[in-house]
C-alpha cells in the first residue's frame, strides 16, 4: 500500500461535510503567519481552517510562533465559515474541561475508525462503504461511532438490526465490540410513591422496600416518597430485574389500604 493511499485509510471520516458552528474539532496546524494559523481539521477530510491571532490565547500574543507550532495538534471551537471558504476556529474559547472531553472522544474515535479497517478487511469490502454501512449510521444515532460500539456492547446486535445494518456487518461489528468494549456500569432510577393508611403502615411500607438485591439501594427521600438505585451491565436483564421488584411490591401491598405508583427518574 503506498504512503498516499495509508494516510486515507488513517483519517476518520464524518457524515457531516463541515462542521456546526460552537462545535469542539481537533486541528493540525500547517502554516504559521504573523497574525494568523491555517490548520486543517483532522475529522473533516482535511478542512481548511485559520485561528486569527486574537483566538489563540486571552492573553496578548506578541510572536505566534512561541504559542503554536507546525504539526501540533489543537483543540479548538468553531466560529463561523469565512467568504474563501476557511473555518474559523478559536483557541482561547476552548473550555478546559470540554478540551479532554474531545480529546479522549477523539483517540476513541480512532479505535472505532480501526474497527472499521477490521471489518472491511474481513469482508473484502473498501473502508468507504464501512462507513457508509456502518460507520455514519452509529454516527448519526449515537453522536459518535465508539458510543455506537458501547451500545452494541451493552445492548447486544439488536440496536444495529433497527438501525437496518446489513447481517454480517452487524456481526462483525458485534464480535468486536464484544472483544473490545468494556460495559459500562449502567444506572436505573426509580421514584417509588408508597402510602400506606393501615395502622400498621411503616411495617407495610418496610416489608415492601426490603429489596434483598446487591445491586439495589433503596433511599428515603421524603414521604411517601423514596428512590430506588439498580446498577448493572446489561440494561435489559435490568429491566427485567426491575420488573420483578416492582412485582414483589405490588403483592406485598395487595388488598392493604394503600396508594402506589412509580416513574423513571431521567436524567439524573
Given at each position: 500500500m503506498s504512503r498516499i493511499a495509508a494516510s486515507q485509510e488513517d483519517k476518520i471520516r464524518k457524515y457531516k461535510k463541515l462542521p456546526d458552528k460552537g462545535e469542539y474539532v481537533i486541528a493540525t496546524i500547517k502554516e504559521l503567519n504573523p497574525n494568523s494559523a491555517i490548520a486543517t481539521l483532522d475529522e473533516y477530510d482535511d478542512l481548511k481552517a485559520m485561528i486569527h491571532i486574537s483566538e489563540i490565547s486571552s492573553r496578548w500574543v506578541k510572536d505566534i510562533r512561541r504559542m503554536l507550532k507546525v504539526n501540533q495538534k489543537v483543540v479548538a471551537i468553531v466560529l463561523n465559515q469565512d467568504r474563501r471558504g476557511y473555518v474559523e476556529l478559536s483557541i482561547k474559547r476552548v473550555k478546559p474541561t470540554l478540551a479532554r472531553e474531545k480529546t479522549k472522544e477523539f483517540?476513541?474515535?480512532?479505535?472505532?475508525?480501526?474497527?472499521?479497517?477490521?471489518?472491511?478487511?474481513?469482508?473484502?469490502?473498501?473502508?468507504?462503504?464501512?462507513?457508509?454501512?456502518?460507520?455514519?449510521?452509529?454516527?448519526?444515532?449515537?453522536?459518535?461511532?465508539y458510543e455506537g460500539f458501547e451500545a452494541i456492547a451493552e445492548q447486544g446486535i439488536e440496536i444495529l438490526k433497527e438501525l437496518g445494518i446489513k447481517e454480517e456487518i452487524a456481526q462483525k461489528a458485534y464480535e468486536l465490540a464484544i472483544e473490545n468494549i468494556k460495559p459500562k456500569k449502567l444506572t436505573i432510577k426509580l421514584d417509588i410513591f408508597l402510602k400506606c393508611y393501615e395502622g400498621?403502615?411503616?411495617?407495610?411500607?418496610?416489608?415492601?422496600?426490603?429489596?434483598?438485591?446487591?445491586?439495589?439501594?433503596?433511599?428515603?427521600?421524603?414521604?411517601?416518597?423514596?428512590?430506588?438505585?439498580?446498577?448493572?451491565?446489561?440494561?435489559?436483564?435490568?429491566?427485567?430485574?426491575?420488573?420483578?421488584?416492582?412485582?414483589?411490591i405490588q403483592k406485598t401491598i395487595k388488598g392493604k389500604d394503600v396508594e402506589f405508583n412509580y416513574a423513571k427518574v431521567k436524567g439524573d
Open positions: 483517540r476513541n474515535e480512532k479505535k472505532a475508525h480501526n474497527f472499521l479497517k477490521i471489518i472491511a478487511q474481513e469482508l473484502g469490502k473498501s473502508l468507504d462503504d464501512i462507513y457508509e454501512e456502518l460507520g455514519f449510521p452509529l454516527q448519526r444515532e449515537f453522536g459518535t461511532m400498621n403502615g411503616v411495617e407495610i411500607i418496610k416489608k415492601a422496600l426490603n429489596i434483598q438485591k446487591d445491586n439495589v439501594k433503596v433511599q428515603y427521600l421524603a414521604a411517601p416518597k423514596y428512590r430506588l438505585e439498580m446498577e448493572g451491565e446489561d440494561y435489559k436483564e435490568m429491566e427485567k430485574e426491575l420488573e420483578n421488584i416492582i412485582d414483589s
